[in-house]
T-cell receptor
Framework: GENVEQHPSTLSVQEGDSAVIKCTYS??????FPWYKQELGKRPQLIID?????GEKKDQRIAVTLNKTAKHFSLHITETQPEDSAVYFC???????????FGKGTRLSVIA | GAVVSQHPSWVICKSGTSVKIECRSL??????MFWYRQFPKQSLMLMAT?????????EQGVEKDKFLINHASLTLSTLTVTSAHPEDSSFYIC?????????????FGPGTRLTVL
C-alpha cells in the first residue's frame, strides 16, 4: 500500500520568512496530493491540493509542487505569519476510491 | 463544500463499557466513509473503510470485533468501540467523499475525543 514520508517533523521560522515542508510517496499510481493544517483538537483543514496532471499550484502565500518522476511533493508558505503556526500534514491518494494516507506531520512555529 | 458531522464531540467512559460514535454526511450521499484515529502528537491513522450496505474493510492491526462499524445508510456510519480500555483513548475522525462531484477530496468530521477512565 501507499506510504508517505514527511520532513521535517518540526520547523521554526521567523515571521516573514518562508517555510518548506517536503513529502515523498511510494505508490506511483497515486494521483491526488492534499495538504492539511490542523490546530489542536480540531479537524484537519484542507489548505491546498494538487493532482497528478499538474506540476505546481499556488494560492496566495501557499504553493505546492509535485514531481511525479521522483515521487515527491512540497508545500511552500511565503511571508509566514504567527497564525500559520500549526501542524501540517501531507497526504496521498491512490487510484480509485481509496483512502488518503497521511504523512507524520510537521509542527510549524512562526516566531514573531 | 460538503459537510460531515460527528457526534458526540467528546465522551468520557469507564473501562469496559462501549461507546458509539456517529458520522453523518449532511448535504451529500457517501457510499464510502473512512474512520481514522489520532493519538496525541501523532498523525491520522486509517482504521477502516466503511461501505454502505456491506462489511467494513479494516486496516492491519485493527480488531474488527472491537471496533464495530455499521454503514446502514448513504449518510450515516457508526463506529462502536466495544469494551473500551484506557489505551483506546484517542481522537477519532471520520471522513467521506462526495463521489457525485469529486473522487479525490475527503471531507472530515470535527472528530470525537474519547477518554476511557
Amino acid at each position: 500500500g501507499e506510504n508517505v514520508e514527511q520532513h521535517p517533523s518540526t520547523l521554526s521560522v521567523q515571521e516573514g520568512d518562508s517555510a518548506v515542508i517536503k513529502c515523498t510517496y511510494s505508490d506511483s499510481a497515486s494521483n491526488y496530493f492534499p495538504w492539511y493544517k490542523q490546530e489542536l483538537g480540531k479537524r484537519p483543514q484542507l489548505i491546498i491540493d494538487i493532482r497528478s496532471n499538474v506540476g505546481e499550484k499556488k494560492d496566495q502565500r501557499i504553493a505546492v509542487t509535485l514531481n511525479k518522476t521522483a515521487k515527491h511533493f512540497s508545500l511552500h508558505i511565503t511571508e509566514t505569519q504567527p497564525e500559520d503556526s500549526a501542524v501540517y500534514f501531507c497526504a496521498a491518494k491512490g487510484s480509485g476510491n481509496t483512502p488518503l494516507v497521511f504523512g507524520k506531520g510537521t509542527r510549524l512555529s512562526v516566531i514573531a | 463544500g460538503a459537510v460531515v458531522s460527528q457526534h458526540p464531540s467528546w465522551v468520557i467512559c469507564k473501562s469496559g463499557t462501549s461507546v458509539k460514535i456517529e458520522c453523518r454526511s449532511l448535504d451529500f450521499q457517501a457510499t464510502t466513509m473512512f474512520w481514522y484515529r489520532q493519538f496525541p502528537k501523532q498523525s491520522l491513522m486509517l482504521m477502516a473503510t466503511s461501505n454502505e450496505g456491506s462489511k467494513a474493510t479494516y486496516e492491519q492491526g485493527v480488531e474488527k470485533d472491537k471496533f464495530l462499524i455499521n454503514h446502514a445508510s448513504l449518510t450515516l456510519s457508526t463506529l462502536t468501540v466495544t469494551s473500551a480500555h484506557p489505551e483506546d483513548s484517542s481522537f477519532y475522525i471520520c471522513s467521506a467523499r462526495d463521489q457525485g462531484t469529486d473522487l479525490n477530496e475527503q471531507f472530515f468530521g470535527p472528530g470525537t475525543r474519547l477518554t476511557v477512565l
